[in-house]
């Protein structure tokens, strides 16, 4: 049986413009994210500009899923399927200090 999945994490940006949260299914739930909408409160012309990279399972280069060089107002489209045990971890660097960042994910969630 599929689910609506509409959930979203914040995080404060820290000294040097640098924030990261960890998005993963409770229990035998699966998800397919179709929407990763990324955004910080800072002004959409306030510099520097944050960049923001989502990683599945583990922050590495060969499980970046997608990143922006506008981690301030972003979205990223697709279907990618993330299970308990393989979190979605989101890293902004060179953002204003201070600063909350945000990511919300849209797709479906299923029970394995």
């Not at 049986?1 to 699966?30: C, I, K, N, W």
């Not at 045990?85 to 849209?106: D, H, K, M, R």
């Amino acid at each position: 049986m599929q689910q609506v999945l509409d959930t979203y994490a914040t995080t404060t940006l820290d000294a040097s413009g640098r924030g990261q949260v960890s998005l993963a299914p409770e229990g035998f739930r699966t998800w397919t994210v179709t929407v990763i909408n990324v955004r910080t409160s800072q002004g959409p012309t306030e510099t520097p500009v944050p960049q923001c990279t989502a990683y599945l399972g583990a922050i590495g280069e060969g499980s970046i899923v997608s990143q922006t060089w506008m981690g301030n107002r972003s979205t990223a489209t697709g279907a990618l399927v993330v299970q308990p045990n393989q979190p979605l971890i989101l890293v902004w660097e060179n953002g204003v200090p201070g600063s909350t960042a945000t990511v919300s994910l849209y797709g479906s969630m299923a029970m394995r």
